[in-house]
């Protein structure tokens, strides 16, 4: 079945470093989706890339769809400890099967 | 707006006890889901329902059963608990962009 491989699995930073999540499927994807959970929270929507080559920005964050469409990557600018969480890829296999990585965990040291 | 709702919050469980994890949506949402979260493991798919009256079977189905009871709700079974079906259960619901929302989440020790 579909699986998404997500790196790293940890990172600490230094407030105000940036950061960067990657992730990597072995096929061609349709889409694909970036969630951040809160410690201790349920996992919130970021945003849904769907273009070959896309790049979104919200803010501080920036989101790339691989130009193959088999990765993408979320990076922040300028952590700040409001960042801290774990940010998760999601894609579909099928159409309604949403299948997650396995998520990066964000600490920032103040 | 409540949006996905479950319940209880919280379980602890005896091995061999069943018992039954109610969510609601208040989205008028077609397609609902199961999750399950263990540490370094992500979230894993347990059952989805892409929509009301039907139900399929996502990564690590063994050991639950699902119930589409109509569009809104959508309940998760464990017949017969085991230790490791001790986790932090999510349901979702998502709209038809593809948007997941979560509920708050079950807390299921099972001892």
């Known amino acids: 079945g579909q699986q998404v491989m997500q790196i790293p699995q940890y990172q600490h930073v230094q407030e105000g470093e940036d950061f960067t999540t990657y992730c990597n499927s072995s096929?061609?994807?349709?889409?694909i989706q970036w969630y951040k959970q809160r410690p201790g929270g349920h996992p919130v929507f970021l945003i849904q890339?769907?273009?070959?080559?896309e790049v979104k920005k919200q803010k501080r964050l920036t989101f790339q769809f691989g130009e193959a469409k088999k990765n993408s990557s979320l990076h922040i600018t300028a952590t700040q400890t409001t960042d801290v969480g774990t940010y998760f890829c999601?894609?579909?296999?099928?159409?309604?099967?949403?299948?997650f990585g396995t998520g990066t965990r964000l600490k920032v040291l103040a | 707006n409540a949006g996905v709702t479950q319940t209880p919050k919280f379980q602890v469980l005896k091995t061999g006890q069943s018992m039954t994890l109610q969510c609601a949506q208040d989205m008028n949402h077609n397609s609902m889901y199961w999750y399950r979260q263990d540490p370094g493991m992500g979230l894993r798919l347990i059952y989805y329902?892409?929509?009301?009256?039907?139900?399929d079977k996502g990564e690590v189905p063994n050991g639950y059963n699902v119930s589409r009871l109509n569009k809104r709700e959508f309940s998760l079974r464990l017949e017969s608990a085991a230790p490791s079906q001790t986790s932090v259960y999510f349901c979702?619901?998502?709209?038809?962009?593809?948007?997941?929302?979560f509920g708050q989440g079950t807390r299921l020790t099972v001892v």
């Open positions: 096929t061609t994807l349709s889409n």
């Open positions: 979702a619901s998502t709209n038809r962009g593809g948007e997941a929302f």
């Open positions: 329902s892409a929509s009301e009256g039907t139900t």
């Open positions: 890339l769907v273009k070959s080559g």
């Open positions: 999601a894609v579909t296999s099928g159409t309604y099967k949403y299948i």
